[in-house]
């Protein structure tokens, strides 16, 4: 069984004149990935997750953030994440060598795209540090097919 958490990155400022890859989180971005982290944390075991993330400053402050709250140590950074293509996604995925747990954080639209092509069920927009976590069958990632959405994340369901 194979395990996949999609974290999007949190919140990000569009008042800096600086290119997409640059863009970083905002405050709001900072407090909803940090309340986002710890609901995992007390209602996800994390333990044999490996992290995988974006090289896009947002979301690397994403997993930054998240990785801190974990007691995490590794996060692997790969181009390749900087994808808006649910495509290139799945090639990714598919190149994943054992690891059974993972945690992905990156983008939009290829996330909520993901969601909806490998499950049954339907997601409009995945949200800001919104997360998704999805259990598949198979042994191996490149066997990747349909999984069960098992749990959604909204942050501002858990910041009353």
């Not at 799945?90 to 909806?116: A, E, M, R, S, Y």
Request: charged share 25%; glycine share 4%.
């Amino acid at each position: 069984m194979k395990e996949l958490i999609l974290f999007r990155h949190g919140k990000s400022r569009w008042d800096e004149q600086v290119e997409d890859h640059h863009r970083s989180i905002n405050d709001r971005g900072i407090e909803r990935t940090t309340a986002v982290a710890q609901y995992l944390q007390i209602h996800q075991d994390l333990n044999d997750y490996t992290l995988y993330s974006s090289t896009a400053k947002r979301a690397k402050q994403t997993a930054e953030i998240s990785a801190s709250i974990w007691s995490k140590k590794e996060i692997i950074y790969d181009e390749k994440l900087y994808t808006f293509s649910t495509s290139e996604l799945v090639k990714w995925i598919k190149t994943i060598p054992t690891q059974n747990k993972i945690i992905l954080f990156g983008h939009n639209p290829c996330f909520t795209h993901f969601i909806n092509t490998f499950t049954d069920d339907y997601l409009d927009n995945l949200w800001t540090s919104g997360v998704a976590i999805m259990q598949f069958e198979q042994v191996e990632w490149s066997k990747l097919r349909k999984g069960k959405l098992k749990h959604l994340v909204n942050p501002k369901e858990i910041l009353i």
